[in-house]
Protein backbone atom coordinates (compact mmCIF):
# COMPACT_ATOMS: atom_id res chain seq x y z
CA UNK A 1 0.00 0.00 0.00
CA UNK A 2 2.86 2.50 0.69
CA UNK A 3 4.63 1.84 -2.43
CA UNK A 4 1.59 2.74 -4.20
CA UNK A 5 1.20 6.24 -2.49
CA UNK A 6 4.62 6.53 -3.02
CA UNK A 7 4.37 5.96 -6.85
CA UNK A 8 1.22 7.96 -6.65
CA UNK A 9 3.11 11.25 -5.18
CA UNK A 10 6.03 10.54 -7.64
CA UNK A 11 3.48 10.48 -10.81
CA UNK A 12 1.71 13.44 -9.21
CA UNK A 13 5.44 15.23 -8.83
CA UNK A 14 6.32 14.98 -12.14
CA UNK A 15 3.08 15.93 -13.68
CA UNK A 16 2.98 18.61 -11.27
CA UNK A 17 6.62 19.79 -12.99
CA UNK A 18 5.11 19.28 -16.71
CA UNK A 19 2.83 21.78 -16.21
CA UNK A 20 4.88 23.71 -14.79
CA UNK A 21 7.81 24.01 -17.79
CA UNK A 22 4.94 24.24 -20.09
CA UNK A 23 3.04 27.15 -18.98
CA UNK A 24 6.63 28.79 -18.59
CA UNK A 25 7.43 28.06 -21.88
CA UNK A 26 4.28 29.47 -23.10
CA UNK A 27 4.68 32.37 -21.31
CA UNK A 28 8.11 32.85 -22.04
CA UNK A 29 6.74 32.30 -25.71
CA UNK A 30 3.75 34.91 -25.33
CA UNK A 31 6.17 37.22 -24.47
CA UNK A 32 8.81 37.03 -27.07
CA UNK A 33 6.27 37.24 -30.14
CA UNK A 34 4.65 40.19 -28.03
CA UNK A 35 7.69 42.13 -28.00
CA UNK A 36 8.88 41.18 -31.38
CA UNK A 37 5.17 42.34 -33.08
CA UNK A 38 5.55 45.46 -30.85
CA UNK A 39 9.12 46.19 -31.98
CA UNK A 40 8.27 45.59 -35.56
CA UNK A 41 5.53 48.44 -35.22
CA UNK A 42 7.48 50.87 -33.35
CA UNK A 43 10.23 50.45 -36.38
CA UNK A 44 7.79 50.84 -39.26
CA UNK A 45 6.19 53.76 -37.37
CA UNK A 46 9.69 55.47 -36.61
CA UNK A 47 11.88 53.93 -39.55
CA UNK A 48 10.93 57.36 -41.88
CA UNK A 49 11.83 59.88 -38.75
CA UNK A 50 15.45 57.89 -38.26
CA UNK A 51 16.36 57.72 -41.89
CA UNK A 52 15.36 61.25 -42.29
CA UNK A 53 17.45 62.04 -39.25
CA UNK A 54 20.14 59.73 -40.13
CA UNK A 55 20.54 62.01 -43.83
CA UNK A 56 21.20 65.45 -42.69
CA UNK A 57 24.39 66.56 -43.71
CA UNK A 58 24.99 67.18 -40.17
CA UNK A 59 24.82 63.83 -39.02
CA UNK A 60 27.12 61.88 -42.00
CA UNK A 61 30.79 61.24 -41.11
CA UNK A 62 33.37 62.54 -43.02
CA UNK A 63 35.93 60.01 -44.23
CA UNK A 64 38.74 61.59 -41.81
CA UNK A 65 36.07 61.27 -39.00
CA UNK A 66 35.29 57.73 -40.15
CA UNK A 67 38.92 56.57 -40.08
Known sequence: MNEMLAMNR???AK???S???SVITWLL???VF????????VK???????TMVN???ECRLTDEEAA
Open 15 to 17: AAR
Open 34 to 41: TLFHFCSR
Open 29 to 31: FRY
Open 44 to 50: STTGVLF
Open 55 to 57: TTP
Open 10 to 12: LIE
Open 19 to 21: RTK
